[in-house]
């Protein structure tokens, strides 16, 4: 790495260590488990086996179960209603009871339909049980190593099924509503499987927990099919560092974090481009609704999602390296196709503000539309990114949004717990948004969204589709037609100051805390309450004063000067302006630096007879300024490593100490004096007053 890009990446790490303790705080809220490892990957996809099923649950309620099996289709009551007989005489009251007696890999459990709150596991843990040694995590549980799992398994799950092998869970209902798991918000998992290879679930649903409500940890080959999560603190379905995996015809709502989260699915694509020979995990024919998210990936890692809808959450689809502990890390290779990703505009954010949140979830009210966000989140946002590579988002309907279709931006390697300097800029490169359907709707009836792309202009080759429509910034390097084509291509180590500075306060979140970053609009602020506006009428309020009294006090005398400050003042109050109107400003501001940077332009010029020194950096400032309204409106400039506007920004805050001084010399200007028609010219205050300080 040469000196000069070496400085810049510790710059980029400067400015991104000025959140870290902001980024601490939500970041400690995510997903904690033990250390573990990706299978070895030699496992596969296991298939629904539909023989007679090896051990059956039942209730032992005949009444209630013939009430239950009544409106079934004839061939499904039929099958039922033998099941139970048979049950009644050897089956299980406990799913928790079944798997404990499974004795070898390949066998099959039949849950009939019913409600189960596995009473035996409900009690807080005991004896033992109640005294083990565990650091704990951000919100308080155990990390427990996968001994003390098998220890004391109830002590997090309701069902524990804790190195079964080919294990299938069934439910023989109608629908996925007939079987249903309740944890009734006593432990932090419904059902874990740990270490289980192969492992089916089909046809029931899992809710009411603390965290997640179906969690596979460390397996090679699940299939989650028909099932329904819902009503929990984090997650609905909740896969961890496994691989072989299928999610299909599933559902998830009234969640906390995500409806679905194959987190540090297993790296298998990394340092690989576009092209892969295969994908950890497969999601489709899934909907997950009025969550916070509907899917979240903290280090999804070549997981293919397809022909799935996400609607109704905060946000459709996010995947990141924000958040450390998690093997995979950076994110790389998630691929969306065929998705409807649509009316992502829920804000959960009030239930935090008017302490709903701080209740016991019990009294919460989950059940009646209540969601507590656990992290922070841009409501109204279709697919987020924030620091992920070789992403591929191609012919998706993504519509509807009051914010944005596509949101990207980087996380430094810091946040995600590693200080190497090569590293800190790893993240937000060759994600490709292509060939989607923005703004309509399958029928194609107009629903556009608010902006279709929001970036905060870091990393290098990503790319967007030629139609994209509104977008911040306003020019977007294009897709070519074969992936991996990228015309007007960037790759610069630092996003732009203004977006920075609203990432930094919009990750001030705490859910436990209350707090809710003042200054952020994803939480409410509006007008001059948002940072961005706070930090332009900051700017402007000093260069209009420091650029008037310079004019006052040695340009007065020049008409065009005094008309390139009015001029300069008009952009600084329209930059004002745009800020406050954010992703609805349009081409605002470029207009507003294009004004700005012919006032110090036209500066310079009047300055130079005098001042050379100080007019050739009014000059310079002017210049990148003008660079900055280009690359903003127009095209982003290609194969520079920071954007105009940051070198503008250190150089203004250079030529405000500079101005200052200039302004403040004896000698002041006067509108010029008429001319003698013949002899020498007089020597005036006013020509001495030029004079002073040529240097300067």
Known sequence: MSWTRRLLVALSV???????????????????????????????????RTGEPDLLVCKTDRAEFARRVSGFPADVKARNLALFERCSRGGYRHLQQAVDAVDRPGMTIAVLPGLYEEEPSQPAPAGACASLTAPKSALGYQILSYEQQKQCPHNQNLVAILGKKNLQIEGTGASRLDVVFDAKYTKLNAIRADESDGIYFRNFT????????????????????????????????????????????????????????????????????????RYSIEITGCRSHHNMVGYSGTAGDSVYVH??????????????????????????????????????????????????????????????????PQISMPPGTGIITAGGNWNLYENNWVYGHQRAAFFLSAVPAFIRGESAWGKQTDTSHHNRYAGNHLGVDRSGASRPNRTDVWWDGQGGGNCWQADAGASSPGALPECGARRGEVSGNTDRLVG????????????????????????????????????????????????ALVGGVLWWRRLRGSRLAGAATLVGLAGLALDVAGSTLGLSSGPVPAVALLLTGAWWTVLGLALRPA??????????????????????????????????????????????????????????????????????????????????????
């Open 206 to 277: 899992a809710q009411r927990t603390t965290f997640n409500s179906l969690y596979v940890l460390a397996g090679d080959g699940f299939v989650i099919d028909n099932v329904l999560t819902r009503w929990n603190d984090e997650y609905g379905f909740l896969t961890f560092a496994s691989d072989h995996g299928l999610y299909k015809n599933c559902e998830s709502y009234g969640n906390g974090d995500s409806g679905i989260y194959p987190g540090s699915a297993s790296d298998i694509n990394d340092g690989r481009g576009y092209d892969v020979p």
């Open 307 to 372: 022909d799935n809808e996400f609607d109704h959450n905060m946000g459709g689809a996010s995947m990141d390296s924000a958040f450390p502990g998690h093997p995979g890390l950076p994110q790389n290779h998630a691929r969306f196709e065929r998705n409807l990703i649509h009316d992502n505009n829920q804000n959960y954010y009030p239930y935090v503000a008017d302490g709903t949140c701080a209740k016991p979830p019990v009294e919460r009210g989950y059940e009646k539309g209540v969601v507590c």
């Open 611 to 696: 001042r050379p020194a100080f007019a050739g950096t009014t000059l310079a400032l002017g210049v990148l300024t003008l660079l900055d309204a280009f690359d903003k409106g127009v095209l982003m400039i290609p194969w520079i490593p920071l954007g105009p506007a940051w070198l503008r920004g250190l150089l203004a805050v250079v030529w405000v100490l500079w101005a200052v001084v200039a302004a403040g010399r004896p000698g002041g200007a006067r509108a010029p004096e008429p001319r003698p028609t013949s002899g020498p010219a007089p020597v005036t205050a006013a020509a001495h007053g030029a004079n002073d300080g040529d240097a300067s």
């Open 496 to 543: 732009e100051p203004a977006k920075l500075a609203h990432l930094l306060v919009c990750a001030d979140y705490n859910v436990q805390a209350r707090r809710l970053p003042a200054g952020c609009d994803w939480y409410g602020a509006r007008g001059i309450q948002r940072v961005e506006t706070q930090l332009a009428l900051a700017f402007a309020v000093v260069l």
């Open 14 to 48: 400067v400015l991104a260590a000025l959140a870290a303790a902001l980024v601490t705080a939500p970041g400690a809220q995510a997903h904690e488990e033990r250390p573990v490892t990706f299978p070895d990957g030699s496992g596969s996809v296991p298939v629904l």
